[in-house]
């Protein structure tokens, strides 16, 4: 049994409307499918967190498998898988420390500067030192521990695809691999846009098979890209 989480294509960063892929991202998530079907994976069923971007995704999948007349199972929505709010943890992070140096770097745009702010931000709201949100970090990981543990009724003996985001896909590594909230962040940060990391259940928790895997990306490093 084969459990494939896979993060988004790229959203729309810096828009207005975050929750959207960008051309790129539309590339990426074709892509993906290309490799899935001729790859040979069958999926037994087809999970999306529920947001937009996780749908558009999924189509990418869809449409390679239906122009090679290969089986899919219909994409079903599971809001256990959906990403934690972003916005809200980010910008709450920001008003409570506006005039730090992080926060004044990231105002750079500059992905290294933007990256330390997020970096910060995500372990403060682990560290529950972001009051008033409208989900814990705690309440996430309860969460998308239940997602993760309903996708094995869902794989029988074959593979289940889901399509979410890097938040929920780090934290089931996290559980997995038993670390602390720091590498979770680390792991979180690290996931490129719509790559492939590989689960495997093992009595009631998962296993990590493979992490941040861009195999249908391969040799296209323009195409690379984690936000």
Avoid: C, K
């Amino acid at each position: 049994m084969s459990l494939l989480l896979v993060r988004h294509g790229q959203a729309s960063f810096g828009a207005a409307d975050y929750d959207q892929l960008s051309e790129r991202g539309q590339v990426q998530s074709r892509r993906l499918g290309d490799w899935l079907a001729q790859g040979g994976h069958r999926f037994e069923a087809v999970v999306v967190g529920g947001m937009r971007r996780h749908a558009q995704t999924a189509q990418g999948v869809i449409d390679a498998f239906a122009e090679r007349g290969l089986p899919l199972p219909e994409a079903v929505s599971d809001p256990g898988f959906a990403e934690f709010d972003h916005q809200a943890v980010f910008g709450a992070f920001v008003e409570r420390n506006a005039g730090s140096p992080v926060v004044l770097a990231s105002r750079s745009g500059q992905p290294r500067d933007v990256a330390a702010m997020l970096q910060a931000a995500l372990l403060a709201w682990a560290r529950d030192e972001l009051p008033g949100m409208p989900e814990t970090w705690q309440a996430f990981g309860d969460r998308v521990r239940r997602a993760g543990q309903g996708l094995q009724a869902l794989a029988g003996d074959g593979e289940v695809l889901v399509l979410s985001s890097g938040g929920v896909i780090s934290r089931l590594a996290q559980m997995a691999l038993d670390v602390p909230v720091e590498r979770a962040v680390e792991l979180n940060l690290s996931l490129r846009n719509s790559a492939v990391s590989e689960f495997h259940p093992h009595g009631p928790r998962l296993r990590l098979g493979s992490w941040n895997a861009l195999p249908h990306l391969h040799g296209q490093r323009e195409l690379w890209t984690y936000y």
